[in-house]
């Protein structure tokens, strides 16, 4: 069963303005960590942010904030000041069991592109 | 700190033949390696899991042969593809220790 659902398979924003990527998990573990990551056509998994279950507040690192709304099992990403080369896919991620070293279950992605 | 190594970033190689990607933990050790693909405009999927002195745990539909992981010391795994085919063209990416740093991929076309 999929775990992790991105449900938005391309979206827009216009430089400058701030724009949501969405994000929903299932997990019966009550421990279980969420990430997510930036893939540039190069390739690379580039590391965004990371929202720990029994963390109280809000992942935030610069220009990202996860908006994490446990009951809902729902882990959005917020970009702010959306810039030319944030056009990139998006992908959410979880692993159960917070400070594991278990693998990363993926999402689909989403494709952000930033208009000038 | 937690950087992850991934040689080479791409390869081309004849239907036949065997190739060799390495992922090495550059300032820590990692006594588990993670290995995944991703075909083209597809997510990544877990192949295996790579144990430091032990086998590997391979996912389901993974064919262990073909794809062989050494992971002989605390900072080097590799995943040699056996026998390569074209369906078997992918990007290859590891990740290491807490899993969530990732080396730069592998590209990988058979031709």
């Known amino acids: 069963a999929q775990k992790i659902t991105q449900t938005q398979p391309g979206m827009f924003v216009q430089e400058k303005e701030a724009v949501t990527l969405d994000c929903t998990y299932d997990t019966s573990d009550p421990s279980y960590g969420l990430f997510w990551y930036k893939q540039p056509s190069s390739g690379e998994m580039i590391f965004l942010i990371y929202?720990?279950?029994?963390?109280?507040q809000n992942a935030t690192e610069g220009r990202y904030s996860l908006n994490f709304q446990k009951a809902r099992k729902s882990a959005n990403l917020v970009i702010s000041a959306s810039q030319l080369g944030d056009s990139a896919m998006y992908f959410c991620a979880m692993r159960e069991g917070q400070g594991s070293q278990g693998n990363l279950i993926f999402g689909k992605g989403t494709k952000l592109s930033v208009k000038p | 700190g937690a950087v992850v190594s991934q040689h080479p970033s791409w390869v081309i190689c004849k239907s036949g033949t065997s190739v060799k990607i390495e992922c090495r933990s550059l300032?820590?050790?990692?006594?588990?390696m993670f290995w995944y693909r991703q075909f083209p405009k597809q997510s990544l999927m877990l192949m295996a899991t790579s144990n430091e002195g032990s086998k590997a745990t391979y996912e389901q539909g993974v064919e262990k042969d073909k794809f062989l992981i050494n992971h002989a010391s605390l900072t080097l795994s590799t995943l040699t593809v056996t026998s390569a085919h074209p369906e078997d063209s992918s990007f290859y990416i590891c990740?290491?220790?807490?899993?969530?740093?990732f080396g730069s991929g592998t590209r990988l076309t058979v031709v």
């Open positions: 990740s290491a220790g807490y899993g969530y740093t």
């Open positions: 300032d820590f050790q990692a006594t588990t």
């Open positions: 929202q720990g279950s029994y963390d109280q």
